[in-house]
């Protein structure tokens, strides 16, 4: 097969709000030039012509997958024959990766470190574990000598758990870890993460599954359906909202700006990825309909992948935090605010990196959309 004639196929749903159906339909996805076609299951026939997605690249399709194509969100059921599954399931290999309470102020550079090494963070919450949490999830541990100690270390704080996926992905982030002893990771891998940012063999900065059953029940604990992490980390106190735009993400910038954020002394109190519908983004952004020309495109980008709301905690947080973000255009920002997140991460006014809270008196208003009405 040459290469412009390579193809993936993948079974993929869209729900028409319209006709209150799901629609199923087969995807055939072309990696020469980025484009899809689609084929209505129901009905038989041709849906979309191939066309081009920007953007859109293999890593970025399986299963349980959410992608935009031409404003419509779908979500990847299945393989739809057997040669895309062979050839993806490996690459596509899922495990948990878990920052602990004594990384959280390295999280991004953790959180680069992964994008660096190739990881796709598909999902990813900041959750405070209750004794009894940290109980079932370590409880493979039950009755060792360090079992006490360890579940009282991580309900002592804020973890960000992830899941991530890539080629051999358990084996892969175990070695990116390095030694659960951080004083021999320093010895053996002393680029690994226990090596950068652990202090012992309990505290080591991060967790990972150890096998591919570990990595499926680990993170249904956190993002499943029955998942046994309910509450996510928001205070709805002195805050102001953040949000990592998917182009940001997409480019591996995340834990940079993360980074970029927490070094001006902001504290990140609750951090969670969505994947928008596009009603929630027209909602979420309603208020600059009809004000500003960008608001269509503003909307299209907030929806077209996952995105990363983060609730900031600072002294008058929405004026603070919205100055450190700088102007809404990165272009007037790197000629006027050269430190400022959009003039370092921003490409244009609509792929701008971040959205920050615009008035003050907002700021409690949207940490609540996100980590009350849409977490729920």
Same mark, same amino acid.
């Given at each position: ?187 053996? !891998? &002393?680029? %690994?993460? #226990?090596?950068?940012? $652990? ?5 080591? *900065?991060? @967790? ?108 008058? !947080? &929405?004026? %603070?935090? #919205?100055?450190?973000? $700088? ?5 007037? *920002?790197? @000629? ?41």
């Amino acid at each position: 097969m040459a290469a412009s004639d390579e193809r993936y196929a993948f079974l993929a749903e869209w729900y028409d709000p319209r006709a209150s159906l799901m629609r199923k339909y087969q995807l055939l996805f072309y990696p020469s030039d980025s484009s899809v076609e689609m084929y209505d299951v129901k009905n038989r026939r041709l849906f979309l012509k191939r066309s081009v997605i920007d953007g859109l690249q293999v890593q970025h399709l399986f299963l349980g997958a959410t992608i935009n194509i031409h404003s419509r969100q779908l979500s990847i059921t299945d393989y739809a024959d057997e040669r895309t599954s062979n050839l993806l399931r490996n690459k596509n290999e899922k495990t948990l990766a878990m920052i602990k309470p004594d990384g959280i102020s390295q999280m991004g550079n953790i959180i680069d470190m992964i994008h660096r090494e190739g990881f796709l963070i598909c999902q990813a919450k900041m959750v405070r574990l209750s004794r009894h949490e940290a109980s079932l999830f370590y409880t493979e541990h039950k009755g060792k000598p360090f079992f006490d100690h360890l579940v009282e270390f991580m309900a002592s704080g804020p973890v960000v758990a992830m899941e991530l996926k890539g080629a051999n992905a358990v084996t892969k982030w175990r070695t990116v870890l390095g030694p659960t002893d951080s004083a021999t990771a320093r010895q053996q !891998a &002393p680029l %690994s993460v #226990r090596a950068k940012f $652990g202090t012992d063999n309990t505290k080591d *900065a991060a @967790h990972g599954s150890d096998s591919a059953q570990s990595a499926e029940r680990e993170a249904d604990f956190f993002f499943g359906d029955k998942s046994f992490i309910g509450k996510n980390t928001a205070t709805f106190s002195n805050c102001t909202l953040c949000i990592i735009k998917p182009h940001a993400i997409i480019e591996g910038n995340t834990g940079k700006i993360i980074s970029a954020i927490t070094s001006k002394g902001f504290e990140i109190s609750a951090l969670q990825m969505f994947h928008l519908e596009r009603a929630n983004a027209e909602e979420f952004h309603e208020v600059y309909k009809g004000v500003v020309n960008e608001y269509q495109s503003m909307v299209e980008e907030l929806c077209c992948g996952p995105c990363l709301a983060m609730e900031i905690r600072a002294p008058d !947080a &929405p004026v %603070s935090f #919205r100055e450190f973000v $700088g102007p809404f255009d990165p272009e007037i *920002a790197r @000629h006027l605010r050269p430190g400022t997140l959009r003039a370092m991460f921003g490409k244009d006014k609509i792929k701008n990196a971040v959205h920050c809270t615009d008035l003050p008196e907002d700021g409690l208003l949207e940490v609540q959309y996100f980590f009350k009405i849409l977490d729920h």
